[in-house]
Structures are given as structure tokens and as C-alpha cells.
């Protein structure tokens, strides 16, 4: 089965600076990779996702790319804020019918 | 309005006792699923549903029991709870596979 590994597990940043996470996935039958936010006891919400057939997607100050012969996708935070700070997950549709999370990356941003 | 709405927020119980976790979404998704977050946030999948029936079962002990009454309720029973079972339940809906998961509030299940 599909195999997740995100790295960091955390970090920490100063304001402004930019910030970058990093997934690895197994099985290359997958072929969405969304990444989720999670503030402190709130619910899990998507920021941006990419899908196998483009390598780089853009939202304003963050971005996604993805290297479908590494197996590997990373998240870019440009110009980090204060409310950045958060748990981000990264994800991976295994091909057929489940969205596999990676452990999560905690990001604190210091003023 | 709520997208996706789970009931209740919080749930302190005894080990041994039966508890259950309601959910609903009202975005016209056909597939629903059963998440759990843990103390250290890892976030699996235990059940998905589409159109009422299971198609996902993550090897989850067969305390755990969904039921979709109609495709937009996916509720959990939990019996004979143990405290390996404190964690965060977390509902989730979509409109079609591979696409984006909205997310319920969250049950905070603590057993003691």
C-alpha cells in the first residue's frame, strides 16, 4: 500500500523568512496530492493541491511542486506571518479510493 | 451554515462504556468518512462510505461500527470502549474521489 513520509516534523522560522515541506510517496498509481492546515483545535482545511499531470501550482504565497519521478511534493511558504503558525499535512490519493496524510510538519513563525 | 457538522463536540467516558459520534453535511457529497486524529496528530482514515455504502474499512476492531442511514449521515458506534480509544473523530465529506476533503469539527473522545 501507499507509503506517506513528510518531513520536517517541525519548524520554526522567523517572520518573513520562507518555509519549506517536504512528502515522499510510494506508489506511483497516485495521482493527487493535496495539502492541508490545521490550526490549534480546529479542523483540518485544504490549502492547495496539485494533480499528476502539472509540476508547479501557485496561491499567492504558497505554492506546491511536484517531481512524479522522485515521488516526491513539496509545500513553499513565501513571506511567512505570524498565522502561518499551524500543523500542515500533506496527502496523497493512492489511485483508487483513500487520501493517505503524512504525519504533519508543525510551523511555529516568530515575530 | 455548517458544512459538515459532528455531535458531540466532547465525550469523557469510562472505559467499558458505549458511546456514539453523529455527523452530517449538507454540500450534496456523496462520500463520507471516519477519521482519527491521535495525541500526536496523526490523522488515518478508519471508514469511507459512498452513497451509503462502506467501501473503506482500515482494519478498525470491530468495536467500532459506522452506518450511513442516507447519504448525507455517517454516524460511529463505538462499543466497549478502551483508553486507546481517546483521541479527535474527525467526520469528512467529498464531492468525488481525489478531490477536496471538507472536514467536520472534530469529537474529542477521552476515555478514563
Known amino acids: 500500500g501507499e507509503n506517506v513520509e513528510q518531513h520536517p516534523s517541525t519548524l520554526s522560522v522567523q517572520e518573513g523568512d520562507s518555509a519549506v515541506i517536504k512528502c515522499t510517496y510510494s506508489?506511483?498509481?497516485?495521482?493527487?496530492f493535496p495539502w492541508y492546515k490545521q490550526e490549534l483545535g480546529k479542523r483540518p482545511q485544504l490549502i492547495i493541491d496539485?494533480?499528476?499531470?502539472?509540476g508547479e501550482k501557485k496561491d499567492q504565497r504558497i505554492a506546491v511542486t511536484l517531481n512524479k519521478t522522485a515521488k516526491h511534493f513539496s509545500l513553499h511558504i513565501t513571506e511567512t506571518q505570524p498565522e502561518d503558525s499551524a500543523v500542515y499535512f500533506c496527502?496523497?490519493?493512492?489511485?483508487?479510493?483513500?487520501?493517505?496524510f503524512g504525519a504533519g510538519t508543525r510551523l511555529a513563525v516568530h515575530p | 451554515d455548517t458544512a459538515v457538522s459532528q455531535t458531540p463536540k466532547y465525550l469523557v467516558t469510562q472505559m467499558g462504556n458505549d458511546k456514539s459520534i453523529k455527523c452530517e453535511q449538507n454540500?450534496?457529497?456523496?462520500?463520507m468518512y471516519w477519521y482519527k486524529q491521535d495525541s500526536k496528530k496523526f490523522l488515518k482514515i478508519m471508514f469511507s462510505?459512498?452513497?451509503?455504502?462502506?467501501?473503506i474499512n482500515e482494519t478498525v476492531p470491530n468495536r467500532f461500527s459506522p452506518k450511513s442511514p442516507d447519504k448525507a449521515h455517517l454516524n460511529l458506534h463505538i462499543n466497549s470502549l478502551e483508553l486507546g480509544d481517546s483521541a479527535v473523530y474527525f467526520c469528512?465529506?467529498?464531492?468525488?474521489?481525489?478531490?477536496?476533503?471538507?472536514f467536520g469539527e472534530g469529537s474529542r473522545l477521552t476515555v478514563l
Open positions: 462510505y459512498n452513497n451509503k455504502e462502506l467501501i
Open positions: 506508489d506511483s498509481a497516485s495521482n493527487y
Open positions: 496539485i494533480r499528476s499531470n502539472v
Open positions: 454540500l450534496g457529497h456523496d462520500t
Open positions: 469528512a465529506s467529498s464531492q468525488r474521489s481525489a478531490g477536496e476533503l471538507f
Open positions: 496527502a496523497v490519493w493512492d489511485g483508487y479510493n483513500k487520501l493517505i
